[in-house]
């Protein structure tokens, strides 16, 4: 893929966004707790973010919340579907190991984890160090992997993670007919109602291969395209030290990190990954989170999320790159239509 390596200018920003501004890693906390704090908490009574932006509004009525004992509630059908949408920490959980303050991406240093082609035989595992951290994720689901894991699926709304549809048989979007793409999306979405009781606004296409007949087919079905502002490669090289030095080092505020849950080596990657960027000041959270304060436009493409504002702008967050080598979007939500051939593997 063309728009996926990071500059070494990228890099090297990043690891001095990541000197100025890191924050030890907080054992049994996670970094968005340490981040969170500094946050002021959402005022009782104003609209979300996401509702202001057009996400759809939450269920009336509180979510169930989690067990003293910190255990994830059995979530409901009625749960899960204004999850799958309304995806983020459960509203109004009486536990102060569940509850947190909405993240404003604009303030915290965020990054979005995403896990695709699952779910798989290691998401199970993935989930338990996700949890182990009290980080969520974003997993893009293959339709056809659903069957028989579905309750895979369920426990990943339940723990607050999101989901996305990842089509039912991974094809190269860009290449099919109007009525394959269509077919493909419906059909995982399908499998994703049965589920767990909902849809979801989220798709990425397999190989980030999107082009304008994809961009319209999305949009007459509601969905945003998800691409990613890095790529670890970790389909190709099932190595986890390597895919930890790519998620971390290459990681830059507001980015959505490319990865893989089928793989053995990306999910024993991921303690490392958390440790890392945590270890940079990150604040790990799902995609509709990243996006929480803006309008995630459907058929339209985004690559990565808002960037914080500098205090400082000298001093604190390294400047967008440009120029040819850097990243490929130029702005947080710039639409980019993507064309031609694409390894196998993502
Ligand atoms: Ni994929």
Redesign the pocket.
């Known amino acids: 893929m063309r728009f996926v390596v990071p500059s070494e200018t990228v890099r090297k920003g990043a690891a001095i966004a990541g000197a100025v501004l890191g924050l030890g890693w907080l054992s049994g906390l996670g970094a968005h707790t340490a981040a969170s704090t500094r946050l002021p908490p959402p005022a009782l009574g104003r609209p979300a973010p996401h509702l202001a932006a057009g996400w759809p509004a939450p269920p009336a009525g509180p979510l169930r919340s989690r067990p003293a004992d910190g255990s994830p509630a059995a979530p409901t059908t009625h749960d899960l579907a204004a999850r799958l949408r309304y995806t983020s920490w459960p509203r109004g959980a009486a536990t102060a190991s569940a509850a947190r303050p909405e993240v404003d991406c604009r303030k915290a240093k965020c990054i979005a984890l995403t896990f695709?082609?699952g779910p798989g035989p290691y998401t199970t595992k993935l989930l338990g160090m996700l949890a182990a951290h009290h980080v969520k994720a974003t997993f893009?689901l293959?339709g056809g992997s659903i069957r028989g894991r579905e309750a895979v699926v369920r426990r990943e709304l339940a723990e607050g993670h999101a989901i996305g549809d990842?089509?039912w048989s991974?094809p190269q979007l860009s290449v099919l007919s109007d009525g394959a793409i269509r077919s493909q999306l419906t059909r995982t979405l399908g499998e994703i109602r049965r589920a767990t009781g909902g849809g979801t606004a989220l798709m990425?296409p397999?190989?980030g291969a999107t082009n304008r007949r994809v961009a319209v087919v999305t949009r007459h079905m509601g969905f945003a395209q998800i691409l990613w502002s890095v790529d670890t490669n970790d389909?190709r090289d099932r190595n986890s030290a390597i895919v930890a030095h790519r998620a971390v080092s290459w990681a830059r505020p507001g980015g959505i990190i490319l990865m893989?849950d089928i793989h053995p080596t990306t999910v024993n990657a991921v303690p490392k990954i958390l440790a890392g960027l945590a270890r940079r000041g990150f604040t790990f959270v799902t995609v509709p989170e990243l996006f929480g304060g803006r309008s995630l436009k459907p058929g339209q493409t985004y690559f990565d999320g808002p960037v914080p504002r500098p205090k400082n702008p000298r001093k604190d967050v390294a400047p967008r790159p440009k120029g040819p080598g850097a990243s490929p979007h130029a702005a947080a939500g710039t639409p980019v239509s993507t064309t031609g051939g694409a390894p196998p593997?993502?």
């Open positions: 695709d082609d893009f293959i990842h089509t991974h990425r397999p190989y389909w893989h593997g993502r």
